[in-house]
T-cell receptor
């Protein structure tokens, strides 16, 4: 199994530009999570999907951030327009099962290191 | 909302010494998970605790879940240089909330 795949691994862009991060979850997993990690704020859950449906997006910082999951094997996190304070490592994770009652292991991708100049 | 506090933030030990990190939740949890993140890497699942008072062991690592299911600990016996990294707990109560992590450095 290839694990969770994220692309790109590194992204450097200028303020105001649109950034799209991509994630391919582990085949068969029905839950997908987007996290942001910074030294100041630690690991933050931005949004998670269950069966391709967004369940909780309360962690999304503001309207500049949007996430989609058009099918079970692909998700995107878009930032438009990007700002220097968005610089962070963005992780995608997937899980076999996730609901209010129980959780399964979350498998993290390698992350995308985003730098906004 | 749900808060998960983790202490200490940093721990520096001499190789061979023991290490413990503690996790406390503001709400009762249905389960708690522990992850390890090596420098420059991504979080990797270590274990999940579900039952009140549960204790699990993985070689030199001992994980405990409190009776009230609001706190947990990870204890490493006789640390090795390979134990370096940041250890996160993630408490689940409707949604998963990660603690801020404890970063362990081990001096050979």
């Amino acid at each position: 199994d290839a694990g969770v795949i994220q692309s790109p691994r590194h992204e450097v862009t200028e303020m105001g530009q649109e950034v799209t991060l991509r994630c391919k979850p582990i085949s068969g997993h029905n839950s997908l999570f987007w996290y942001r990690q910074t030294m100041m704020r630690g690991l933050e859950l931005l949004i998670y999907f269950n069966n391709n449906v967004p369940i909780d997006d309360s962690g999304m910082p503001e309207d500049r951030f949007s996430a989609k999951m058009p099918n079970a094997s692909f998700s995107t996190l878009k930032i438009q327009p990007s700002e220097p304070r968005d610089s962070a490592v963005y992780f995608c994770a997937s899980s076999l099962m996730f609901d209010r009652g129980r959780t399964d292991t979350q498998y993290f991708g390698p992350g995308t290191r985003l730098t906004v100049l | 909302g749900q808060q998960v506090m983790q202490i200490p933030q940093y721990q520096h030990v001499q190789e061979g010494e023991d290490f413990t990190t503690y996790c406390n939740s503001s709400t009762t949890l249905s389960n708690i998970q522990w992850y390890k993140q090596r420098p420059g890497g991504h979080p990797v699942f270590l274990i999940q605790l579900v039952k009140s008072g549960e204790v699990k062991k993985q070689k030199r690592l001992t994980f405990q879940f409190g009776e009230a299911k609001k706190n947990s600990s990870l204890h490493i016996t006789a640390t090795q240089t390979t134990d370096v990294g940041t250890y996160f707990c993630a408490g689940h109560a409707g949604k998963s909330t990660f603690g801020d992590g404890t970063t362990l450095t081990v001096k050979p």
